[in-house]
């Protein structure tokens, strides 16, 4: 037995896949922000009483991002070069939004007081300048253990070349207080490019303690609960990392929730044979989108915590996702000029939306929903939570109808509409502006309120096809179960091209392959298989940003003809992000990656009962009034997916339920059942 479980802003949602009979057991419960690990386990109890037959737990969580944006981490203190003391503060002094009066720069997670100083210097040949000053090292420790920080951050000038002063830095402060977190910034990122090193590093150390504890009290407890297998943790390059990796290297985490939507995503592509996709997540708190081409996501070596603009910017392998604070829990409000704003405020899992019962009383998207009859309140989460209706409707009469003066369908169908030009906007995040036309994707929708307005991001976005996986609301923890363990490892290296020899390009990869493999087997998980995938950052020179360039397993070892290889991807690569290239310019080797994966087995998902176009009666429901964008108030067929057979057709307007999910087909529009079960709907009309 197999268990993920994934925390949410408003649900904790488990998915158990037992290998022997193929079985997928799926709970939901709603997240215990006070205690994290409570919901998981629950959660865990739920699908498996007996936890004793389960052989991993694989665990994805916002642990990491929400401590950040809610800066409730460790007293934090950063050691540096002395000299650079400055570069977090001063950061990389970027102005996008130039004639914005409110713009503020980012604020440090570690105020400029601090931020400590050590007489130590390395040159960017990794050659030693100035000795580590080991006495001062350790009156420094002592200095912090006495100041009350609970967690260091190291930071020395290129020591992404020589890592033996941050080193030694550690083993000084450990001794110190055992009790210290430490984070280095070597073992985080091994790359040029002080401040963002320095952002990550600090941001590691912040969360570290906290997280670490966190993971710590969820083991103790599994066991405690009779678990004896492996805890691994969902990463945001999409792969799984064992349980001390993910204690000493907790940015990793920063977005391994959603991450597991995307792996089930590109599980999918690869299972129905489709090139291009969209991943449309929408939870309770969130929207998120992600892009898949040819069966790989799109990934970014920079992620900022809080947005370009204004963000804290963090160097690690992250699934290129675009996130918007549009969630079926997220707050409508009326600004000063009486304009109607949907979120990124969200009612939370405490108290949630008003008709939930549980003690809110502002209008959410979930609410609107459930006015406008898109949601049965009687068969919530399958029954078992019951809404209340009237609630609903009475957060938006006295928040948003009265002030407007507009009756409650059309405050309702506002608030829709608002909140579907923000997530249209995270899906433009991830096509658009990356040089691509959404209308050459099909759209997968799901979380919890992906399947609801899913027609209608589509519509915006003018895509024609959109696909509802089996158990949406839980896809995010299926598709956990389909990652695999993946380490992601990168080394600077400054070389121009031509000049570089086949033969050494080689042997550093070499080198990069044997501790990737070593880290894998040092995690103690049983993989099928282990495969390497190369990439190069490359630039033209004079250029100061580099573009990450997919590689071979190997090149010609004839330098021309290697080069010349090697040229030729960049060049593509370059092309097919900014529309140009110049094959005549001479290019560097900036940087090299690998990723190391070791294969896990999959859950294999069967094929459903075939039956005809007509749905079986099984499956009906009656009907029941709901409005629609364009048509208002409009009886609409109402079905069960658990009914639903392989090859049946559903006209719209009609709206299709399930335990964890509600998917609305609109008028105009039309459902078919796949032989997996999956909902592909074909969207007929247009905005």
Same mark, same amino acid.
Request: glycine share 10%; charged share 25%; net charge negative.
């Given at each position: 037995?197999?268990?993920?479980?994934?925390?949410?802003?408003?649900?904790?949602?488990?998915?158990?896949?037992?290998?022997?009979?193929?079985?997928?057991?799926?709970?939901?419960?709603?997240?215990?922000?006070?205690?994290?690990?409570?919901?998981?386990?629950?959660?865990?109890?739920?699908?498996?009483?007996?936890?004793?037959?389960?052989?991993?737990?694989? $665990?994805?969580?916002?642990?990491?991002?929400?401590?950040?944006?809610?800066?409730?981490?460790?007293?934090?203190?950063?050691?540096?070069?002395?000299?650079?003391?400055?570069?977090?503060?001063?950061?990389?002094?970027?102005?996008?939004?130039?004639?914005?009066?409110?713009?503020?720069?980012?604020?440090?997670?570690?105020? &400029?007081?601090?931020?400590?100083?050590?007489?130590?210097?390395?040159?960017?040949?990794?050659?030693?300048?100035?000795?580590?000053?080991?006495?001062?090292?350790?009156?420094?420790?002592?200095?912090?253990?006495?100041?009350?920080?609970?967690?260091?951050?190291?930071?020395?000038?290129?020591?992404?070349?020589?890592?033996? $002063?941050?080193?030694?830095?550690?083993?000084?402060?450990?001794?110190?207080?055992?009790?210290?977190?430490?984070?280095?910034? $070597?073992?985080?990122?091994?790359?040029?490019?002080?401040?963002?090193?320095?952002?990550?590093?600090?941001?590691?150390?912040?969360?570290?303690?906290?997280?670490?504890?966190?993971?710590?009290?969820?083991?103790?407890?599994?066991?405690?609960?009779?678990?004896?297998?492996?805890?691994?943790?969902?990463?945001?390059?999409?792969?799984?990392?064992?349980?001390?990796?993910?204690?000493?290297?907790?940015?990793?985490?920063?977005?391994?929730?959603?991450? !597991? !939507?995307?792996?089930?995503?590109?599980?999918?592509?690869?299972?129905?044979?489709?090139?291009?996709?969209?991943?449309?997540?929408?939870?309770?708190?969130?929207?998120?989108?992600?892009?898949?081409?040819?069966?790989?996501?799109?990934?970014?070596?920079?992620?900022?915590?809080?947005?370009?603009?204004?963000?804290?910017?963090?160097?690690?392998?992250?699934?290129?996702?675009?996130?918007?604070?549009?969630?079926?829990?997220?707050?409508?409000?009326?600004?000063?000029?009486?304009?109607?704003?949907?979120?990124?405020?969200?009612?939370?899992?405490?108290?949630?939306?008003?008709?939930?019962?549980?003690?809110?009383?502002?209008?959410?998207?979930?609410?609107?929903?459930?006015?406008?009859?898109?949601?049965?309140?009687?068969?919530?989460?399958?029954?078992?939570?019951?809404?209340?209706?009237?609630?609903?409707?009475?957060?938006? &009469?006295?928040?948003?109808?009265?002030?407007?003066?507009?009756?409650?369908? &059309?405050?309702?169908?506002?608030?829709?509409?608002?909140?579907?030009?923000?997530?249209?906007?995270?899906?433009?995040?991830?096509?658009?502006?990356?040089?691509?036309?959404?209308?050459?994707?099909?759209?997968?929708?799901? !979380?919890? !309120?992906?399947?609801? $307005?899913?027609?209608?991001?589509?519509?915006?976005?003018?895509?024609?096809?959109?696909?509802?996986?089996?158990?949406?609301?839980?896809?995010?923890?299926?598709?956990?179960?389909?990652?695999?363990?993946?380490?992601?490892?990168?080394?600077?290296?400054?070389?121009?091209?031509?000049?570089?020899?086949?033969?050494?390009?080689?042997?550093?990869?070499?080198?990069?392959?044997?501790?990737?493999?070593?880290?894998?087997?040092?995690?103690?998980?049983?993989?099928?298989?282990?495969?390497?995938?190369?990439?190069?950052?490359?630039?033209?020179?004079?250029?100061?940003?580099?573009?990450?360039?997919?590689?071979?397993?190997?090149?010609?070892?004839?330098?021309?003809?290697?080069?010349?290889?090697?040229?030729?991807?960049?060049?593509?690569?370059?092309?097919?992000?900014?529309?140009?290239?110049?094959?005549?310019?001479?290019?560097?080797?900036?940087?090299? &990656?690998?990723?190391?994966?070791?294969?896990?087995?999959?859950?294999?998902?069967?094929?459903?009962?075939?039956?005809?176009?007509?749905?079986?009666?099984?499956?009906?429901?009656?009907?029941?009034?709901?409005?629609?964008?364009?048509?208002?108030?409009?009886?609409?067929?109402?079905?069960?997916?658990?009914?639903?057979?392989?090859?049946?057709?559903?006209?719209?307007?009609?709206?299709?339920?399930?335990?964890?999910?509600?998917?609305?087909?609109?008028?105009?529009?039309?459902?078919?059942?796949?032989?997996?079960?999956?909902?592909?709907?074909?969207?007929?009309?247009?905005?």
């Amino acid at each position: 037995m197999r268990v993920a479980a994934d925390i949410g802003g408003t649900f904790t949602d488990v998915a158990a896949y037992d290998e022997t009979t193929g079985e997928i057991l799926l709970s939901k419960t709603l997240s215990t922000p006070r205690a994290l690990e409570q919901g998981v386990r629950e959660g865990i109890t739920r699908t498996t009483p007996d936890l004793t037959g389960i052989d991993s737990v694989i $665990h994805g969580s916002t642990l990491v991002i929400n401590a950040i944006i809610e800066r409730q981490g460790a007293r934090t203190a950063l050691v540096t070069t002395k000299g650079f003391r400055d570069v977090y503060e001063i950061g990389r002094i970027n102005r996008p939004d130039s004639f914005n009066p409110r713009f503020r720069k980012h604020r440090p997670l570690v105020p &400029r007081e601090m931020v400590y100083e050590l007489d130590e210097r390395v040159l960017a040949d990794g050659t030693v300048r100035a000795p580590f000053d080991e006495a001062e090292a350790r009156r420094l420790a002592s200095l912090l253990v006495e100041e009350g920080v609970e967690a260091v951050a190291v930071v020395f000038l290129h020591a992404y070349r020589y890592p033996d $002063h941050e080193t030694r830095m550690a083993e000084i402060l450990r001794e110190a207080s055992p009790d210290l977190y430490v984070s280095v910034s $070597h073992e985080l990122s091994r790359e040029y490019r002080e401040y963002e090193r320095t952002s990550t590093t600090a941001a590691n150390a912040y969360v570290g303690r906290r997280v670490s504890d966190y993971l710590a009290s969820l083991q103790s407890g599994l066991r405690g609960d009779g678990f004896g297998g492996s805890l691994l943790i969902m990463q945001s390059n999409g792969g799984l990392t064992d349980l001390q990796n993910a204690r000493r290297q907790c940015v990793q985490m920063m977005e391994s929730g959603p991450a !597991g !939507g995307v792996v089930g995503t590109m599980a999918l592509c690869e299972l129905l044979d489709i090139d291009s996709a969209v991943s449309f997540d929408m939870g309770g708190t969130t929207a998120k989108s992600c892009v898949i081409r040819r069966g790989e996501p799109s990934f970014s070596p920079d992620y900022f915590v809080g947005g370009y603009n204004e963000g804290l910017v963090m160097r690690i392998p992250v699934l290129e996702i675009v996130e918007v604070g549009t969630g079926g829990g997220s707050i409508a409000w009326l600004d000063d000029g009486g304009g109607l704003h949907v979120g990124p405020r969200s009612s939370g899992a405490e108290p949630g939306p008003a008709c939930y019962g549980r003690g809110g009383l502002e209008p959410t998207i979930t609410d609107a929903n459930v006015a406008l009859g898109r949601l049965d309140p009687k068969r919530f989460l399958g029954g078992e939570m019951v809404l209340d209706p009237e609630a609903a409707r009475a957060a938006l &009469r006295h928040r948003v109808v009265e002030p407007l003066g507009v009756d409650l369908e &059309r405050a309702a169908s506002g608030m829709l509409e608002v909140a579907t030009a923000q997530m249209a906007n995270a899906v433009r995040g991830v096509t658009l502006q990356r040089g691509l036309d959404p209308r050459d994707f099909t759209l997968f929708a799901f !979380g919890g !309120g992906g399947p609801l $307005h899913a027609a209608a991001v589509a519509k915006e976005l003018s895509i024609s096809t959109v696909v509802v996986p089996v158990s949406p609301g839980h896809f995010s923890a299926v598709g956990m179960l389909m990652a695999d363990l993946r380490r992601d490892l990168a080394q600077t290296l400054f070389r121009r091209l031509a000049s570089l020899p086949m033969a050494e390009l080689e042997q550093e990869f070499s080198r990069l392959e044997h501790e990737g493999r070593g880290a894998l087997e040092r995690s103690g998980i049983a993989t099928d298989r282990v495969v390497f995938e190369r990439a190069a950052d490359m630039r033209y020179v004079g250029q100061e940003h580099s573009v990450t360039v997919r590689l071979p397993a190997s090149f010609d070892p004839d330098d021309d003809v290697g080069r010349k290889e090697l040229k030729h991807l960049f060049d593509e690569a370059h092309e097919q992000r900014y529309s140009h290239s110049a094959e005549e310019q001479p290019a560097d080797v900036v940087t090299l &990656r690998l990723s190391a994966i070791g294969r896990l087995a999959k859950p294999v998902l069967a094929e459903i009962e075939r039956g005809s176009a007509t749905p079986p009666a099984s499956s009906e429901r009656g009907e029941r009034s709901v409005v629609f964008p364009l048509s208002g108030a409009t009886p609409a067929r109402v079905l069960a997916r658990e009914a639903l057979l392989a090859g049946n057709l559903v006209e719209g307007p009609a709206v299709i339920e399930e335990t964890a999910s509600t998917t609305v087909v609109e008028p105009g529009d039309s459902l078919e059942v796949d032989r997996y079960g999956h909902l592909v709907i074909h969207l007929g009309a247009r905005r």
